[in-house]
């Protein structure tokens, strides 16, 4: 099987690589085009680190060929913000103390921003069920809820 | 003096790079010409090697390949013994033991390349359990299995058996459990002969990887040079194995002359790293009719895996913690740590304490039953109080007052008033019973006895060109919040802004050596020498009169830019004392075993479907006295972080063994807690400064691993009547004790 092309546009540009069409879209992200904050932490699904939002729905990198990326928009943690202009989440889980080893971090917050986009004003419960494909060792959880509860927070205060 | 830093909640250091995705992991750094290494393991418990076979098909030629014989001086992981080595010379003692590496450009191409080459044994008789090695009908390891035993005795227990009403008997085991950081093992090394080598890691402790490639390598110490790359968890599961890792990048390394990265998988980490020392103790206890504990026998026995590590250290603790928190006038402890085919066991918060205190808290519940009395109140009746000594001679000098500690748990908790609910509504023997359940226990702070001592940590501070001050110690930072509490003591010392300080590179060529990042010894101990350090920094700059006795931290940044330009360098260090009067026997075990100890207790609320045999645990409280608090955030992540992995312990994380290899080494069939099934869990704090920890700090980290187990067995127990005494606790182990019964059916 030979490297084929492919073009995502990956946290706004357009970005063409050639690989072979079963490399994991993490690969893709981490090696070809040197985006490493998203993580690996099982390689099977199961963690979340490695979440990204792919046209919009979050997805575990690790399990997307990425022949099935072709032509998608990928939001990865390096879309969400940067040092000048954090993301709500971001500030928020930084108030919190959303993040310890901040292995988890990168997944949790695009789970997050996921989550906050389809649910502006979301319950606890609604809270863990948003979040349980993304686990986290460190924490235990509650800073975390209490991180997405202040990024909702100060998403309307954004708004406002 | 009112503190202007410490006690605060400021972001944490590295946290912006965390939440950007910046951050630099080991797997995240790639170097020029740099080629992957992978490890050939054992697949037989024990055997002797017979020959080693490279099959067609692999371009072995590309290959680099190293084992035992291209080791250039010592075949060992330097800890406490000398006998773990770091590639398997002739025998392997268990599954998954490193015998033969490789290396090659294309990292797709190596797993093939270990699947190729087919090493031929000759099978050894192994042991895989407690109960097998103490036989000792096959020796495994030196004379008789017993890697280290213990014998602590204090008072007369033979004659405290004949003053009892009654004899209690009871024996508890745990399971192995595997620390599941979300950030696999890994590390890169480099090597030239003009630069010596270097190798950066997932690691706590620096100097320890430093010492075992010296070791390894025969090189000068100053010719090896040990980084730590930020670390996604550790949890203690990255004390001993980064010097393995590290190793075995580092050989590959000096053989290729490129540099190695060796980045382990979920599945590779899980079944070749350590876990949790399993444990099965045994209790035997004189009480008087009204609850007085007069005597205990106390027998513990951990499975070490099959080379000794760090197993002598987590018997020790597992031992000196074995009473509880309670006043024993007469004991005797015999713990022993035996050796088995399975990979060795390791560090993991809390040490051997959790597995001793899951013991007793049990069976002080046993106890109360037996006595007909409620476990609440047995407990207020054997608390240590101020005066008393602990099973070690430990004579309590703090105003510690358990019972005040134990009765606002209970408060917080509804303890009574939800007991009295439950009991009424099991009653009605519905499908679903509810409890709750108490454990009340300590944890002793830093290094064991004289440990701190042979330590002898030292800690610094210097200026940077800008004028910051900077921390400097081989303390790490793996989510606790190292970095973050060491600058608030700093800048607390200094009378500086929290974000005028900063930390030194994790770096073995930069920074002294501090000891390692274990034993919840960071804020305590290493805080009180970047305290000093730092009142070291100010009273220079205040004596060479660039600084004057009011300043801002304005004022400091020119002062130590101006010290900088006239003398050239600013740096102060610390090195660790003793405190004055105090006693530790190494040989008989008696003394002040620790410098602080922490003090808690928590309660937990379980629902158990007696249908599914689920347990959900509904609601927890955390109490805890850990001195002063220097973050309130980081502290109450580090407990509610802890109580997850001891609900996780006690509920849903089973090491499935077969012939000592893991069989269920991947996170779809190894559970660990979920965003769902964590209850709230409340988090109080009762402060009282200790006078030898940085500004009153004592350990925090390892305590909360050592109640939940515990507080929800016994929870479970008054939930069903039913008595558990080994976690973990899955359904199905609950079935075959309770599921048989029918529920009873009340007659109307």
């Known amino acids: 099987m030979n490297p084929q092309r492919y073009r995502l546009r990956v946290n706004g540009d357009v970005r063409t690589v050639e690989t072979h069409g079963m490399a994991r879209l993490l690969d893709v992200l981490r090696f070809d085009l040197r985006l490493t904050g998203t993580k690996e932490g099982c390689g099977e699904g199961e963690c979340g680190a490695c979440s990204v939002l792919m046209n919009g729905d979050l997805v575990n990198s690790c399990l997307v060929p990425v022949a099935q990326a072709e032509g998608t928009t990928i939001e990865t943690v390096e879309g969400l913000g940067n040092d000048e202009r954090l993301h709500a989440v971001q500030r928020a889980f930084l108030e919190c103390g959303g993040a310890q080893c901040g292995m988890c971090t990168p997944g949790m917050l695009v789970a997050t921003a996921h989550l906050l986009k389809k649910n502006p004003q979301p319950d606890l419960e609604a809270i863990r069920e948003g979040l349980n494909g993304n686990l986290c060792r460190c924490t235990g959880y509650t800073r975390i809820f209490e991180a997405v509860e202040r990024a909702v927070s100060l998403a309307g205060e954004e708004r406002a | ?81 000398h006998d773990w080595p770091c590639l398997a010379d002739g025998i392997v003692n268990h599954p998954e033991e490193p015998i033969l590496l490789l290396a090659h450009p294309d990292r797709h191409l190596l797993p093939k390349a270990v699947a190729a080459v087919r090493v031929r044994y000759e099978e050894l008789p192994a042991v895989f359990t407690i109960e097998e090695s103490e036989r000792v009908e096959t020796v495994v390891w030196g004379t008789d299995n017993v890697f280290k035993s213990f014998l602590l005795e204090k008072g007369d227990v033979d004659a405290a058996w004949a003053e009892a009403d009654l004899i209690v008997e009871g024996e508890y085991a745990t399971g192995a459990q595997e620390h599941l950081y979300i950030e696999n093992n890994g590390a890169i090394a480099v090597y030239s002969a003009e630069e010596g080598l270097t190798v950066w890691g997932s690691l706590q402790c620096p100097f320890y990887v430093h010492k075992s490639l010296v070791k390894l390598t025969g090189l000068p110490e100053e010719r090896v040079r040990i980084v730590q790359m930020e670390t996604g968890g550790a949890f203690g599961g990255k004390e001993d194995y980064p010097s393995m890792i590290g190793a075995h990048a580092a050989l590959l390394a000096m053989k290729s002359g490129k540099p190695v990265k060796i980045a382990y998988d979920r599945a590779e980490d899980m079944a070749a790293t350590t876990k949790r020392h399993p444990s099965r103790t045994r209790h035997r206890t004189a009480v008087t009719r009204d609850g007085k504990l007069l005597g205990a026998e106390i027998e513990i026995a951990l499975d070490g895996g099959a080379y000794s590590t760090l197993s002598a250290t987590v018997l020790s603790r597992a031992t000196i913690h ?161 970095n973050t509490i060491l600058c608030q003591i700093a800048a607390e010392a200094l009378g500086i802004d929290y974000e005028a300080v900063e930390m030194g590179p994790p770096d073995t060529s930069v920074v002294p050596n501090t000891g390692p990042t274990v034993a919840s010894r960071t804020s305590m101990v290493v805080g009180k020498l970047v305290q000093s350090a730092a009142h070291g920094l100010k009273q220079t700059l205040l004596a060479s009169g660039l600084l004057s006795d009011r300043y801002t931290t304005a004022d400091f940044h020119r002062a130590a830019r101006e010290y900088l330009a006239q003398y050239g360098a600013l740096r102060s260090e610390s090195r660790y004392q003793a405190p004055p009067g105090v006693h530790w026997d190494d040989e008989h075990y008696h003394g002040e075993a620790y410098a602080a100890y922490a003090w808690a207790v928590y309660v937990a609320e379980v629902t158990v479907d007696l249908a ?101 067995l016994n929870a479970i127990a008054h939930a069903t009547g039913v008595q558990f005494d080994a976690v973990p606790l899955l359904p199905e182990d609950m079935f075959r004790r309770i599921a048989v019964r029918e529920p009873e059916v009340v007659a109307t």
């Open chain 2, 322 to 482: 074995a009473g509880g928190p309670y006043f024993w006038p007469n004991i005797r402890i015999r713990s022993r740590a035996y050796a088995t085919n399975c990979p060795p066991h390791g560090a993991f918060r809390g040490f051997g304490a959790p597995q001793s205190l899951f013991a007793i808290e049990r069976h002080m519940d046993h106890i109360a039953e037996a006595l007909g009395m409620l476990p609440e109140e047995l407990r207020r009746r054997n608390f240590l109080k101020p005066g008393q000594t602990t099973t070690t001679g430990q004579e309590i000098r703090e105003a510690l007052d358990l019972e005040k500690l134990m009765e606002r748990a209970l408060a917080e908790a509804d303890y009574y008033d939800k007991r009295a609910q439950f009991d009424r509504e099991n009653a009605a023997a519905g499908m679903k019973r509810k409890g709750i359940g108490l454990a009340s226990f300590l944890h002793g702070s830093g290094f064991t006895g004289s440990g701190e001592r042979y330590l002898n940590s030292l800690a610094a501070m210097d200026v940077t060109a800008e004028g910051r001050a900077r921390v400097l110690v081989s303390s790490t930072e793996f989510g606790q919040g190292t």
């Open chain 2, 612 to 712: 599914t045999c689920a347990v959900t645990v509904d609601d927890f409280v955390a109490l805890q006295e850990v001195g002063r608090v220097l973050n309130p955030v980081l502290a109450t992540g580090q407990i509610e972080g802890g109580v997850a992995q001891g609900i996780g312990w006690a509920l849903y994380e089973k090491v499935v063994w077969n012939r000592g290899r893991m069989q269920n080494n991947q996170m779809t069939n190894y559970i660990i807690p979920t965003t769902q099934d964590i209850p709230p869990i409340r988090v109080f704090f009762e402060e009282q400064p200790f006078g030898d920890g940085a500004y009153g700090a004592k350990g925090i980290g390892e305590l909360p691993m050592d109640g939940p187990a515990p507080a929800i």
């Open chain 2, 1 to 81: 003096m009112q503190e202007k830093v410490v006690g605060k909640a400021p972001i944490r250091k590295e946290g912006l790079g965390k939440v950007c995705g910046r951050a630099q992991y080991i797997d995240d750094l790639s170097l020029p010409g740099m080629i992957y290494g992978a490890t050939v393991r054992s697949s037989v418990p024990r055997g002797r090697i017979l020959g080693i076979d490279f099959e067609p098909g692999i371009p072995w030629d590309e290959f680099v390949i190293v084992t035992a014989t291209d080791i250039p001086c010592a075949n060992e992981i330097a800890l406490i013994n």
